[in-house]
């Protein structure tokens, strides 16, 4: 019986997955540009520690999401989120003189099994900067992939993507994020 509190983490096939956190009460631990270097740092070197390889990520004071494939079997997600919880929290803690503190709160995964699916959430979260009014081009905000993403995509993959709409893509995303900067 699945635990009715939580997300359910169902894993063990590779594939592609989005991922979606934010923090305990939504509280804005990585406000500031050393604080957001920090997670998006960890993220990107802790997601190839662990074998995922990042398609797309965005990270903000109160929450990230990131779609990546898996190694050929996901079941290591945990540990690699774990990983990234501790080390970030630990950090911002250390910052803020607050041990024990508690900093992240569940994450959620889904599993993009199927194309379409996939390429408009890799838009959505490249964009997801715009999505919350940080910036009007999301290539204008450092700690997401989308300028990452327009330098080394093959053109028509960048066209394809691109075109998609994410107007009615469903991704658990009721954060406010604050100035970031």
Same mark, same amino acid.
Not at 119 to 141: D, F
Not at 149 to 165: C, G, I, Q, W, Y
């Given at each position: 019986?699945?635990?009715?509190?939580?997300?359910?983490?169902?894993? *063990?096939?590779? *594939?592609?997955?989005?991922? /979606?956190?934010?923090?305990?009460?939504?509280?804005?631990?990585?406000?500031?540009?050393?604080?957001?270097?920090?997670?998006?740092? /960890?993220?990107?070197?802790?997601?190839?520690?662990?074998?995922?390889?990042?398609?797309?990520?965005?990270?903000?004071?109160?929450?990230?999401?990131?779609? %990546? /494939?898996?190694?050929?079997?996901?079941?290591?997600?945990?540990?690699?989120?774990?990983?990234?919880?501790?080390?970030?929290?630990? %950090?911002?803690?250390?910052?803020?003189? /607050?041990?024990?503190?508690?900093?992240?709160?569940?994450?959620?995964?889904? *599993?993009?099994?199927?194309?379409?699916?996939?390429?408009?959430?890799?838009?959505?979260?490249?964009?997801?900067?715009?999505?919350? *009014?940080?910036?009007?081009?999301?290539?204008?905000?450092?700690?997401?992939?989308?300028?990452?993403?327009?330098?080394?995509?093959?053109?028509?993959?960048?066209?394809?993507?691109?075109?998609?709409?994410?107007?009615?893509?469903?991704?658990?995303?009721?954060?406010?994020?604050?100035?970031?900067?």
């Amino acid at each position: 019986m699945d635990w009715p509190h939580a997300p359910v983490h169902r894993l *063990g096939h590779g *594939g592609a997955f989005i991922v /979606t956190c934010g923090t305990y009460l939504k509280e804005h631990h990585f406000r500031g540009r050393d604080r957001l270097a920090l997670l998006h740092d /960890t993220l990107i070197s802790l997601a190839d520690r662990h074998e995922w390889r990042l398609q797309a990520w965005a990270v903000f004071s109160n929450h990230y999401h990131f779609i %990546a /494939t898996s190694p050929d079997d996901a079941s290591n997600l945990p540990r690699f989120i774990s990983h990234l919880h501790t080390a970030t929290s630990s %950090a911002v803690n250390k910052l803020d003189n /607050t041990p024990g503190r508690k900093v992240w709160h569940q994450y959620r995964e889904t *599993g993009l099994t199927y194309e379409k699916s996939y390429l408009a959430r890799l838009k959505y979260v490249a964009n997801n900067p715009v999505h919350h *009014g940080i910036v009007l081009v999301a290539t204008q905000y450092p700690w997401c992939s989308a300028a990452w993403f327009e330098r080394t995509a093959d053109t028509a993959f960048f066209k394809t993507v691109d075109s998609f709409k994410v107007d009615r893509v469903n991704v658990d995303d009721d954060f406010q994020p604050g100035h970031e900067c």
